[in-house]
């Protein structure tokens, strides 16, 4: 009885790689200056939008809380600011930033 990991043989996929090697990418070849290729400039990407509100799973992960904590606090009366729209719950930066001050000075207190 032979096992596997004692066989004299490479494994399968060893042996595949070694006969189909993978193809080469932009980042594998020469440079442009070398081969002739024209150079393009790549385009930038747009800049990233400042948040303006969080969703509550966003909050959540953001303020390491789990949603389930969150319900509860809201339930208690002591969650943030919330904005409907249309079928969804959103959070602005400034509720969360005014629910961060609350919560601070009633642990403070």
């Given at each position: 009885?032979?096992?596997?990991?004692?066989?004299?043989?490479?494994?399968?996929?060893?042996?595949?790689?070694?006969?189909?090697?993978?193809?080469?990418?932009?980042?594998?070849?020469?440079?442009?200056q070398v081969t002739g290729r024209?150079?393009?400039?790549?385009?930038?990407?747009?800049?990233?939008?400042?948040?303006?509100?969080?969703?509550?799973?966003?909050?959540?992960?953001?303020?390491?809380?789990?949603?389930?904590?969150?319900?509860?606090?809201?339930?208690?009366?002591?969650?943030?600011?919330?904005?409907?729209?249309?079928?969804?719950?959103?959070?602005?930066?400034?509720?969360?930033?005014?629910?961060?001050?609350?919560?601070?000075?009633?642990?403070?207190?």
């Amino acid at each position: 009885m032979t096992f596997p990991h004692f066989s004299p043989f490479p494994p399968q996929d060893f042996r595949r790689a070694l006969v189909c090697p993978p193809k080469l990418t932009e980042d594998h070849m020469a440079a442009p200056q070398v081969t002739g290729r024209k150079i393009t400039r790549q385009a930038r990407a747009p800049p990233l939008l400042e948040r303006a509100a969080y969703t509550i799973r966003e909050f959540c992960d953001a303020h390491r809380i789990s949603k389930s904590t969150y319900y509860n606090l809201r339930k208690q009366g002591l969650g943030p600011d919330e904005a409907r729209v249309r079928d969804r719950v959103i959070i602005t930066m400034e509720a969360a930033a005014r629910w961060r001050r609350a919560r601070e000075r009633a642990t403070a207190a």
